[in-house]
C-alpha cells in the first residue's frame, strides 16, 4: 500500500479536474467581467405603429404595453425613445383607407409620412426606419399586387418602390422592406438613387419566415390576409440554406443590413447568417414573442424582465447586432 491511500494528506479527496469553471461564477462583479455577450441599448429598435389623426393612442389587447399612436404621439414617444438612449424606432403605418392595390401607402401626406416628418422635425438625432409593404394598405391584405388570387411579383415591386420612395421623401433615415417580393432590394436602391436619395439605407427583412408568430401584430396592423395565407412569399420554416441564399441576394441588391425574422425560432439562422456574412444582421423579435411573455407574466407564471432580458441576450449571443423590440423602452429605463 502507498503512503497516500493509508494516509491521505488534506484534500486529497478532492476530485483531480482539469479546470473548475464555477471559480469564474462566484460573484456578480466576476460575472460581469468574463460575459462574453454584454447587451445594451445601442443595439435596440423600438417598434411603432402609427395611426391616422391626431392626439390619438389606442392600446393595442394583444400587445400589452403596446399602442397604436397619431403622428404627434409618436413624435413625442420617439423624443422619450431617444432621450433614454435608444438609437432607432421603426415605423408600421395604419391607412386612411383600403383598396386593392394599397395606394394610401405612397401618400405623402400618410400618416407613416407625417410621423416621419414630425420625428424627424423634433428630434433629428433619433435613426427612423420604416416598414415598407402594402399588407396593412390592402383591402386583401396581401403584401403585394394581385392578379386573381395570385400575387403579381413585379407589379408589387414597383408599387413597393414607390411606397419606399415616399418614406424616404418624407425624411426616413432607412428603409425596411417587408414583403418578400423577388427582387425588390434592387429595386428600391435603384429607385432611391433615381430620385436623389443616395444617402437613405435598406434595411431588408432578408430571411422572414411565415411564421405564426406574427398573430398579435396583425390584431394590430388590422393585416391578417382577406384568404390563404403568405406561403408565397414569406419563407418555409424548414429552410435554412434558403435563408442564406435569399441575404446573399438582398446584400447583391444593395441591402446595407439584413434581418432575420422571428428571432426566438430562428437563432440558427442567425447563427449561420453571422458566420457567412459580414454586413450589420438584424433580428426582429417579433409580437408573438413578446406576447407570450406578456401572458404568462400576467398569470404570475414567469418574470417578465428576467425572461425578455434572457431572450434578447440569446439574440444578441446568437449574433444579431441590432434587435428590433417592443421592450426596447422598457430594457433602457432598467425594468
Ligand atoms: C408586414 C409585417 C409583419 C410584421 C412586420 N412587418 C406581419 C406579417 O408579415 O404578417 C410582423 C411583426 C411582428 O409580429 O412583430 N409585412
Known amino acids: 500500500m502507498s503512503k497516500l491511500e493509508t494516509d491521505p494528506l488534506p484534500g486529497a479527496d478532492r476530485l ?25 441599448v445601442d443595439s435596440l429598435v423600438y417598434p411603432m405603429f402609427i395611426e391616422p389623426g391626431s392626439d390619438l393612442e389606442r392600446p393595442i389587447e394583444a400587445m400589452p404595453g403596446q399602442s397604436l399612436l397619431s403622428p404627434d404621439r409618436a413624435a413625442s414617444l420617439a423624443a422619450e425613445a431617444a432621450a433614454l438612449g435608444v438609437p432607432a424606432v421603426i415605423l408600421f403605418g395604419r391607412p386612411r383607407f383600403k383598396d386593392e ?14 410621423a416621419i416628418r414630425r420625428i424627424k422635425d423634433t428630434t433629428p438625432e433619433l435613426t427612423v426606419i420604416t416598414d415598407v409593404c402594402l399588407c396593412a394598405y390592402t383591402t386583401h391584405g396581401h403584401c403585394g399586387i394581385l392578379d386573381g388570387e395570385q400575387i403579381d411579383n413585379d407589379r408589387s ?25 423577388d427582387g425588390r432590394v434592387g429595386a428600391i436602391r435603384q429607385t432611391l438613387d433615381d430620385s436623389g436619395h443616395p444617402d437613405t439605407a435598406i434595411m431588408a427583412y432578408s430571411a422572414k419566415y411565415a411564421s405564426a408568430f406574427y398573430g398579435p401584430f396583425r390584431e394590430a396592423a388590422d393585416s391578417t390576409p382577406a384568404f ?45 447568417a453571422r458566420q457567412r456574412f459580414d454586413i450589420p444582421l438584424a433580428a426582429y423579435n417579433v409580437s408573438g414573442e413578446y406576447s407570450m411573455v406578456k401572458a404568462a407574466a400576467e398569470r404570475g407564471w414567469i418574470d417578465e424582465q428576467r425572461v425578455a432580458t434572457e431572450i434578447l441576450t440569446a439574440i444578441s449571443r446568437a449574433g444579431a447586432s441590432i434587435i428590433i423590440t417592443y421592450w426596447a423602452l422598457d430594457f433602457a429605463r432598467g425594468h
Open 228 to 272: 390563404g395565407d403568405r406561403r408565397s412569399y414569406q419563407m418555409d420554416p424548414p429552410n435554412a440554406r434558403e435563408a442564406l441564399h435569399e441575404i446573399e441576394l438582398d446584400i447583391l441588391e444593395g441591402a446595407d443590413i439584413v434581418m432575420v425574422k422571428p428571432a426566438l425560432a430562428y437563432l440558427d439562422i442567425l447563427a449561420a
Open 16 to 40: 483531480d479536474l482539469p479546470d473548475r469553471p464555477r471559480r469564474l461564477r462566484r460573484l456578480d462583479s466576476l460575472r460581469r467581467l468574463v460575459a462574453e455577450t454584454r447587451l445594451t
Open 157 to 181: 415591386v414597383a408599387a413597393i418602390a414607390e411606397v419606399a420612395l415616399s418614406h424616404a421623401a418624407a425624411g426616413a433615415d432607412l428603409i425596411a422592406p417587408s414583403d418578400m417580393m
Open 101 to 114: 392595390t394599397g395606394s394610401d401607402a405612397h401618400s405623402s401626406d400618410g400618416a407613416v409620412q407625417e
